[in-house]
Nanobody, 114 residues
């Protein structure tokens, strides 16, 4: 059974920060490149950050220099530190592999609003 459970979302003012966490199984954690995706209202889901086994990372231009993806080997989690949040970051955030599995976790809602 696929295990991808996101947490950490919420309501934050522009310029604020949030830290998202994705809990997964050890197998998925060590076998796959993992990433964070998001889907804003009325838009397609998009990949915004990913991290490979060796620790190399990549980011979409829209979040580069504001978001940081990392892995916690002790907890089997993939985290996303989001700083300087903007209203356009409002979306449901998901974690998944690259390419993604057909199944998705519930996601976590991030709302950036004053």
């Amino acid at each position: 059974q696929l295990q991808l459970v996101e947490s950490g979302g919420g309501l934050v003012q522009p310029g604020g920060s949030l830290r998202l966490s994705c809990a997964t199984s050890r197998h998925i954690f060590i076998q796959y490149t993992l990433g964070w995706y998001r889907q804003a209202p009325g838009k397609e889901r998009e990949l915004i950050a990913n991290i490979v086994e060796g620790g190399s990372t990549a980011y979409a231009d829209s979040v580069k220099d504001r978001f940081t993806i990392s892995k916690d080997n002790a907890k089997n989690t993939v985290d996303l530190q989001m700083n300087n949040l903007k209203p356009e970051d409002t979306a449901i955030y998901y974690c998944n592999a690259l390419p993604p599995f057909s199944a998705w976790g519930p996601g976590t809602q991030v709302t950036v609003s004053s």
